[in-house]
């Protein structure tokens, strides 16, 4: 016999669902002590007639002064004037303690129900949160590609351009490797031209990136591929090392395979998403799969 356990948040609503029930038992005990009529201890003693000084000592003052012999004593049977003392709740250890629990079991119930409602929340799978990463590619496979411009950044007078392009190799289905190259120009036009040098471009500084899994992430689609990763760029001065620019570029690339080229390559065809901007691939065998690579 299977024995299935329950998940989520029933416990913590249980305990909320029985304390809030004792709270409120208590609550209605609280509130019947409260509205219960008080009885004095002692009744007040009843006034004098109406002309009746018992204690008055007025009618003898002069003749016999208090303090002074045959002074008048005053009655022993006379209680003294009593002062109404001032009516007030007083306070009672029964209700103090009653309203300490139910304070008590309120703060429990309030706990129970935020620890239900954050094990519900964690149970719910968050609307907003990005889609998964695409399934590493398997098997081995190689690409190359080349793309037509792409504005990399907009001048007050003029724009930069790349023409980029790039190579692939996926090993096996943990290991990848992409390599971008991005020769840069600077153009005096609105959008980038078909050919820089033509339409008198200047030519800058080519920049570089490379990216491995798992930071690039690889998927094959169907027999095509589908490259996407954070590309930090270099240059290569003249002489000396390699200098990273501080600048990283996401960069998306859809490849899809079409005819048969000499050597198992197949020409494909596909987009390249950069900076903001999407270029086609370029006409020709520049751009190409190869399964076994």
Known sequence: ????????????????????????ALAVALVIS????????????????PGSYPDDDLPSFREHPPGFPQARPVPSGVAARAVPATSGAGSNPVRMLTLMALLALLLVVAAATVAAVAAAADRAPASGSPPPAPATATGALAARGAFGGVVLE????????????????????TTAQAHVQLPTWNCMT???????????????AAQ????PAPALRAARVGDGLRLHGRFPTYVRPPS???VYTGRVYDLVVTLRPGRQLPD??????????????????????????????
């Open 264 to 293: 198992g390559w197949t020409a494909a065809s596909g987009e390249l998403s950069l900076a903001g901007g999407l270029t086609a691939s370029l006409d020709g065998d520049g751009t190409a799969l190869h399964p076994g690579g």
């Open 190 to 204: 609105d959008r980038p031209p078909a050919d820089p040098a033509a339409a008198g471009c200047r030519a800058t």
């Open 240 to 242: 000396g090392d390699a």
């Open 34 to 49: 409260w509205r219960r009529p008080h009885n004095p201890a002692a009744s007040p003693a009843q006034p004098p007639p």
């Open 1 to 24: 016999m299977d024995v299935q356990t329950a998940n989520g948040p029933a416990l913590p609503l249980g305990i909320a669902v029985a304390v809030g029930v004792l709270a409120l």
């Open 208 to 211: 570089y990136a490379d990216l």
């Open 154 to 173: 907009r001048h007050p007078a003029g724009i930069t351009v790349t023409y980029p392009t790039l190579t692939v190799a996926l090993t096996d289905p």
